[in-house]
C-alpha cells in the first residue's frame, strides 16, 4: 500500500510541476504565494515519504509518520482544490481540455518515487 500511495502522490507532482503549475502561474498570476504553499506541502510530503522508506511497517514510528502524511495530505489537498477552482475560471474548456491531456501525459512519465527535498527555492515567479 505504501508504494502504491508512493507512486500516486508522485505523478501527482510530477503533474502540478510540470503542468498545473505554469498553467496557474500564467492564468492566475495572484496565486504564487498560494503555490509556495502548496510546493512546501510537497516538500512536506516527500520528507515524510523518505522517513518512512527507511522504517519497519509494523514499527510505532511509520506509523506515527503515517498519521502525519495523512493530515498533511488533507490541508495539501484542500489548499489545491481553491488554487484548481481559480485556474478553472480563468481558462475555458478548450484550455482546460488541453491541461488535462497534458497532466495526464505528465504523471505517466512521473519517477518511481519523489525527490525528499526539492534542492532549490521555488518561487512565485520562476
Avoid: W
Avoid at 48 to 74: N, V
Amino acid at each position: 500500500l505504501y508504494l502504491q500511495v508512493v507512486g500516486e502522490l508522485t505523478s501527482h507532482e510530477a503533474c502540478e510541476q510540470q503542468v498545473v503549475f505554469p498553467a496557474l502561474r500564467a492564468s492566475v498570476p495572484a496565486a504564487g504565494t498560494d503555490m509556495v504553499t502548496c510546493l512546501d506541502q510537497h516538500d512536506e510530503i516527500n520528507s515524510l515519504l523518505d522517513e518512512m522508506r527507511g522504517l519497519d511497517p509494523s514499527c510505532y514510528g511509520f506509523m506515527k509518520r503515517t498519521s502525519a502524511l495523512i493530515l498533511e495530505l488533507q490541508s495539501h489537498f484542500v489548499e489545491e482544490e481553491e488554487l484548481f477552482g481559480r485556474l478553472r475560471v480563468a481558462l475555458d474548456p478548450a484550455e482546460l481540455a488541453d491541461l488535462a491531456r497534458r497532466a495526464r501525459a505528465a504523471k505517466a512519465c512521473s519517477p518511481a518515487f519523489p525527490p525528499a527535498v526539492r534542492t532549490a527555492a521555488v518561487t512565485p515567479g520562476s
